[in-house]
């Protein structure tokens, strides 16, 4: 294949190091080392200065996390979406938006190719390269650990010290992890057993629930149009606000999931998720919810978080069945507006009160005690007509057709 210019997607760490010098040699081109901040630990002019000295002619640093949190990650939970029943997609998110930068940056310096450093093995590749054909399907994709011979870290290590790669000496962890605003993600090494329980030492953004405060934390999110504006009485811009609920979530040991997942690719993946701020959020969403959206239209959404997550996952933002499902998303949330009052213990997060204005929730019709807006004696044909069914289905089974008694006399 021949290229004139490649933007890669660069973190500064091995792989991406040694993916821009195979570039280079292997092309003879021009390489162009894109890296996004969506809210990593990152000393980024190490990065800069790590990537010009490994031959890149110019080193483009994107700051993405307000774009994420407004773009991404609040359409996502508005969404609800869940993976496999308890994954908060913190990766699936996060990789379209990196790759949508990637390709203004390829069209803004005129490169005709883009590459990554996604393994052949992982969900990311799938994600990246779907993205790059869903925008711009003309710019051509070099996927390098699919076509080298770079195919352990002994090799890249050999690769890195031929060509003067500084590969970092510090004591090598065992497992690999990924960080960004929503979540930080671990995997690999000794998480490949999934009997063995993660070492406390690895956790970043939580306490463990044990060492958490004695006292719960008591605090009310804000919502508008399904998404948090507010936080204990105080309007907040979403990064501002997001950023909150990741501390206050992670200091009372709240998001910690040990899942064994399986990827698009086909085969089953133990990873190790801390999404703090994203668990505490979704909870109070789902609580304020119950008061202020109609069942029915409740009961269709529900029915189409599982498609929904399943296509960020898989890698299909940019898709139109995903568009397609987020506008009937977002017209479910326009009624979700109000106030929830959480508590945060010890690992837990639990709505202990919601309050809207367009609440549903009518304490007139709903009271045990004596009301004038109810009555009761109605509940008698709604229960024969909804038995009727059961009581045909019945006296077929015993063989009692032509028995049907008035059991209400």
């Known amino acids: 294949m021949s290229v004139k210019k490649i933007v890669l997607a660069y973190s500064g760490g091995l792989d991406t190091s040694v993916i821009l010098k195979w570039l280079e040699e292997e092309y003879k081109c021009s390489v162009i080392a894109y890296a996004a901040d969506i809210g990593q630990k990152e000393d980024w002019e190490a990065v800069r200065k790590k990537g010009l000295a490994t031959g890149a002619d110019k080193v483009i ?9 407004e773009d991404y990650i609040f359409p996502a939970f508005r969404a609800n979406a869940i993976y496999e029943g308890s994954y908060l997609l ?12 990637q390709i203004r ?20 590749q799938v994600r990246f390269e779907l993205a790059y054909i869903g925008i711009d399907p003309s710019l051509k994709i070099i996927a390098p650990w699919r076509t080298w011979d770079l195919n352990s870290r002994k090799k890249l290590v050999e690769f890195a010290e031929k060509h003067n790669i500084p590969v970092p000496v510090t004591k090598e962890k065992p497992y690999s992890s990924d960080e960004n605003l929503l979540h930080i993600s671990f995997e690999g090494g000794m998480l490949e057993d999934p009997w063995t329980e993660p070492d406390e030492a690895m956790y970043e953004l939580t306490v463990s629930p044990e060492n958490a405060p ?23 811009d979403p ?18 999931l040990d899942l064994v997942e399986n990827r698009f690719v086909g085969m089953k993946s133990r990873g190790v998720y801390e999404t703090p701020g994203g668990t505490l959020l979704r909870e109070a969403h789902l609580a304020l919810e119950t008061i202020t959206m109609d069942r029915e239209v409740m009961r269709i959404r529900d029915s189409l978080i599982l498609r929904y997550a399943e296509l960020v996952y898989n890698g299909f933002w940019f898709s139109p069945e995903r568009e397609l499902l987020q506008k009937t998303m977002d017209e479910s949330q326009k009624t979700v507006n109000g106030v929830v ?15 809207s204005n367009q609440s549903l929730y009518q304490e007139s019709f709903a009271t045990f005690e004596e009301d004038d807006v109810y009555d009761q004696s109605d509940a008698t044909g709604f229960i024969r007509l909804n038995g009727l069914r059961l009581k045909i289905n019945a006296l077929q089974k015993t063989g009692q057709e032509g028995r049907i008694a008035n059991y209400y006399d």
């Open 105 to 124: 940056i390829a069209r803004e310096e005129g490169a005709d190719a883009l590459s990554h450093g996604a393994t052949g093995k992982g969900n990311d």
């Open 61 to 69: 640093i994107s700051n993405l996390k307000k774009e994420f949190v």
């Open 90 to 101: 913190g990766t699936s998110l996060a990789r379209p938006l990196i790759a949508k930068e």
């Open 341 to 355: 009052r959480m508590k945060l213990y010890k690992g837990n997060c639990n709505a202990v009160g919601r309050k």
């Open 239 to 256: 990064l501002p606000l997001f950023l909150r609920l990741n501390e206050l979530a992670g200091a009372n040991g709240i998001g910690r």
């Open 214 to 236: 004695d006292k719960p934390t008591y605090l009310e999110i804000e919502f508008y149009g399904g998404d948090p504006v507010g936080l204990d009485g105080e309007k907040m």
